[in-house]
């Protein structure tokens, strides 16, 4: 009975001296705080090449302040330069005094200079570093991607955050931004076709300034793209397009898919939710919404000729006109020649899109690497020629939502 009851007050006296001590730790220590202090979290990188090859690294820092200090993160951009990413980043620890992480790093944008360049050997150290993962989104840009980090944004926002929102995942299935991240670019890039995209980001300034204008002499006034204004800076307007989409053979930049094109190519590779067709010219302007939309791109070879099909499908509802006619508030069914007008403009797209894919070489719908997958007992005797043989079916199929 003595053992059990000494063993009881040592018990308590323990449980008492325990909570003495948690109590004076919660209280005296900073939990780290001083180590917070010390490091700085990496969310956006910007990768440039300089008048002598040298690359240059902006990183957009977010950078925990002590709360005494009002905001408990402060945004800035470092810039470092080096042979490698590593190299680049060890130049801004040696700046800054941070150690630089990157688990954190959510928004790669590669500039200009890097076109003629192999991206992906480039990038190599975000794909090897295991503290880097391979979902940050990857984006290519008009000029320097140094220079577009470096804009000052209103309300505190960092501008990671901003382009961040304008390829979200809810962009995408609005076939607005071909989205795509380190892992997406990889895998296209060590495929068959040896093809990858990316996202085109474009900055106009001033109130008639739009850079949305298309490439390859083709007008993208209409659908697919996405935009987000950021402050009035020097009496202009600064906004931010990414509708268009930039796509490499092997790393290397082919060419840029102007919105049209790049919104057939959506339609056809992502999982769209909902999104609006613009049909038709004056009088006759339609826009349609379209849902339950359902794309494929598939390969056969057929007498020795290989046929790539592109197939699209989905409901679809007169969201807005100019059409004076009879018709009441609400109404379901679509018109037949609305439907009509609408798959033809549809395949228009598609038609640009691959032409323009083909003139430049670049197989990224995949082909080829649909040829080895589906039909390879013909890969190595089409694999050389399929680009110049390939027969184009389109298959646009709307019907009414009502």
């Given at each position: 009975m003595k053992k059990e009851s000494l063993l009881k007050r040592l018990s308590g006296l323990f449980i008492a001296l325990l909570i003495a001590v948690l109590s004076a730790l919660f209280f005296t220590n900073d939990f780290g705080l001083v180590d917070l202090r010390k490091t700085s979290v990496?969310?956006?990188?910007?990768?440039?090449?300089?008048?002598?090859?040298?690359?240059?690294?902006?990183?957009?820092?977010?950078?925990?302040?002590?709360?005494?200090?009002?905001?408990?993160?402060?945004?800035t951009v470092v810039t470092g330069r080096g042979s490698s990413v590593a190299d680049a980043l060890n130049d801004v620890n040696v700046k800054t005094g941070f150690y630089p992480k990157l688990v954190f790093c959510k928004l790669i944008i590669v500039g200009e200079s890097c076109f003629d360049k192999d991206i992906n050997s480039q990038l190599n150290y975000f794909f090897s570093n295991e503290y880097s993962g391979l979902t940050p989104k990857i984006a290519a840009c008009k000029g320097k991607a140094g220079d577009l980090f470096s804009m000052q944004l209103p309300y505190g926002d960092s501008v990671t955050d901003s382009v961040d929102r304008l390829l979200s995942d809810e962009a995408q299935k609005s076939a607005n931004v071909s989205t795509a991240n380190l892992n997406d670019f990889g895998q296209g890039y060590y495929s068959k076709s040896k093809a990858s995209y990316m996202p085109y980001i474009e900055v106009s300034g001033g109130e008639s300034g739009d850079s949305s204008g298309g490439e390859n002499g083709q007008d993208t006034g209409g659908e697919g793209?996405?935009?987000?204004?950021?402050?009035?800076?020097?009496?202009?307007?600064?906004e931010f397009f990414c509708g268009k989409t930039a796509?490499?053979?092997s790393g290397v930049l082919a060419g840029i898919l102007s919105k049209e094109q790049a919104f057939a190519f959506n339609l056809l590779n992502g999982e769209i939710r909902r999104t609006y067709v613009a049909c038709g010219e004056g009088e006759n302007a339609t826009t349609i919404s379209v849902r339950d939309?359902?794309?494929?791109?598939?390969?056969?070879?057929?007498?020795?000729v290989p046929v790539l099909k592109l197939s699209f499908s989905a409901a679809a509802k007169v969201q807005d006109d100019k059409i004076k006619r009879d018709k009441q508030r609400g109404e379901k069914e679509t018109p037949p020649e609305v439907l009509r007008l609408c798959e033809e403009t549809i395949k228009t797209y598609m038609g640009d899109l691959y032409a323009y894919t083909e003139s430049i070489r670049c197989d990224v719908l995949g082909a080829q690497d649909l040829l080895y997958k589906k039909q390879n007992k013909y890969y190595e005797t089409l694999k050389d020629s399929i680009i110049k043989t390939l027969t184009v079916v389109y298959d646009v199929k709307l019907r009414s939502a009502g």
């Open positions: 990496i969310i956006g990188v910007g990768v440039d090449f300089d008048e002598k090859d040298e690359m240059v690294l902006t990183a957009q820092l977010a950078v925990p302040m002590p709360a005494e200090n009002g905001e408990n993160t402060q945004f793209g996405s935009k987000g204004q950021s402050q009035e800076k020097g009496g202009e307007n600064i796509v490499f053979n939309c359902k794309g494929d791109v598939s390969l056969k070879v057929e007498k020795g």
